[in-house]
């Protein structure tokens, strides 16, 4: 079996990518590597299966994708995923505009970010309608502005499939700083969340966003205020480290190429979505009850 991982050249998903590669091998799978690029990534291999890791170029030459294009622009354009996010009732996000609003004065604080950022890069933390006008003209057009959440916890929950893999906690070196994702210490750390005390609030908020995604994996941001979860992004290319986690991820990656195969490489047949979606439903069903 053949799996095909295109990502950036950046030296932490380097990092993930070759600890991946290394265990995908050990347990029969070959891996080849691919650096995304503007002008596109052929791989001249038939048969095999992409992984698109935090990235989108065009891939020709491979009929199957793990996270396809479409899944992955989504979430990497923070603007246009919030929208969508927001726009389903059953979902809990950070109220979010994508102009100024009439009444925004009595919604400060706010957070204002480009389409697309990371790391907690260009992170606008507003009080004011001059900060706000400001950060607005930093961002550029496609920005979008959400109300901050003076949250007491956070987590990142990993999902495959459908499924919650596994969740950590963001322990921040700060707490009164607005992002927890970045720290000026650099203290800001993850701790891995035991089976027995996942946050199922955040699991299910995170289960729902990812399911209207199109992902099929994928690292939700969830923050917590008072026992409300609140998602707010989801990430395609999580650092994966802890050889627990990096043998997790691998098993499922042999599994999804296993069922690919089994199914005569045709893995996103109907019959297949239809199973993936009943699995979902099912799961939700499961959490609801809990
Ligand atoms: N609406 C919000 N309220 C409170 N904190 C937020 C909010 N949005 C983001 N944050 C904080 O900012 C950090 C970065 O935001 P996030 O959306 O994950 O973007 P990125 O990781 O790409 O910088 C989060 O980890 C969280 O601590
Ligand atoms: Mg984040």
Redesign the pocket.
């Known amino acids: 079996m053949n799996l095909h991982i295109v990502h950036r050249n950046r030296r932490k998903v380097n990092e993930t990518i070759s600890l991946l590669k290394a265990k995908l091998e050990e347990i029969g799978i070959t891996v080849n590597t691919w650096l995304s690029s503007p002008d596109g990534v052929h791989i001249d291999k038939p048969g095999g299966v992409a992984l698109l890791w935090g990235c989108r170029p065009k891939v020709t030459g491979v009929g199957h994708f793990i996270n396809k294009h479409s899944a992955t622009a989504l979430a990497a354009n923070?603007t246009e995923f919030r929208k969508v996010l927001q726009g389903h009732d059953d979902i809990a996000v950070?109220m979010s505009w994508f102009e100024i609003p009439f009444g925004i004065q009595h919604m400060f604080p706010?957070?204002v970010?480009p389409a697309y950022?990371?790391?907690?890069?260009?992170?606008f933390y507003c009080l004011t309608m001059n900060q706000l006008k400001a950060a607005i003209i930093k961002c550029g057009p496609g920005y979008y502005i959400?109300?901050?959440?003076?949250?007491d916890r956070?987590f990142r929950v990993y999902v495959y499939a459908g499924y919650v893999m596994a969740v950590s906690e963001?322990i921040?070196g700060d707490k009164t700083?607005?992002?927890?994702?970045?720290s000026k210490d650099s203290t800001t750390s993850f701790k891995n969340v035991l089976w027995s005390n996942w946050p199922i609030e955040a699991c299910k908020e995170a289960l729902k966003a990812f399911a209207i995604s199109g992902l099929d994996i994928g690292a939700v941001?969830v923050?917590r205020k008072d026992d409300q979860a609140?998602v707010?992004?989801i990430?395609t290319s999580p650092t994966i480290s802890g050889t627990y986690r990096v043998d997790v991820l691998a098993r499922y990656l042999k599994y999804m190429l296993k069922s690919i195969d089994t199914y005569n490489e045709k893995p996103y047949n109907s019959k297949d979505v239809q199973q993936m979606k009943r699995t979902r439903d099912m799961r939700y069903a499961e959490l609801q009850e809990m």
């Open positions: 923070k950070p706010v957070i970010r950022h990371a790391a907690g890069k260009k992170f959400s109300k901050y959440i003076p949250k956070e963001k921040p700083d607005p992002a927890w994702n970045k941001d923050i609140y707010i992004e990430n």
